[in-house]
């Protein structure tokens, strides 16, 4: 049996072994669906909307003309009332939302305590961050709000790719399948004036 001298053994090694590796990161792709998109969409809102206790966290970017922030991000959503939870260098520190049909409080770690009925006004005076809170629940699960005109695009699996809203271009670009529901692992939203990419890591979905 002929033996490779020990450079050739090196060699190949460098050569073959991150071709293994990439191998085996490649996950396998996913089965062609036996239903159209369209109904395949309307599944998967309806299979949404029937959880009324969700959570999902991960991390958020938000960029502006004047500056930029990284900071941790949480939704809890129970019936009708939910918390935003942004935590990170916020120039005024960390800070949340909180909202029910009453309205929604923003609670700073400096002490602030304001009241208003509208989320985006308390987040853009104590933030600078224009984000359209009352519709991101939606976003942030992969549906748009279904308050307001829409211009929607979606892959064969009935999943959102890309959506037009209230001024807004919202890109799904990852996702994760929880309780056989695909909820967004990553997310892109271009608004006026601000670019958000938000990575999703975890999900919980349930119903009473």
Known sequence: MMRLPAAARLWLLAVVLPCVLVAC???????TPELPAE????QRISRLTAYNHWRTSGRAAFNT???????????????????????GPLGSGSVRL??????????????????????????????GYAIPVD???????????????????????GRPTELEQLGWHIRYTAWSSINGTYMPARISMEGPGIDVRASLREWELGRD
């Open 65 to 87: 003309e004047q500056d930029n922030a990284s900071m941790s991000m949480q939704w809890r959503q129970t019936e009708n009332h939910w918390v935003l939870d942004l935590r």
């Open 25 to 31: 990161a490649v996950r396998p792709p996913e089965p």
């Open 39 to 42: 109904v395949l969409y309307e």
């Open 98 to 127: 909180e909202g029910n049909a009453a309205g929604v409080v923003l609670r700073g770690s400096d002490g602030t305590v304001e009241e208003a009925d509208d989320g985006q006004e308390l987040l853009y005076r104590y933030t």
């Open 135 to 157: 519709v991101l629940r939606d976003w942030l699960r992969g549906m748009p709000s279904p308050e307001y005109d829409v211009e929607l695009e979606m892959d064969e699996y």
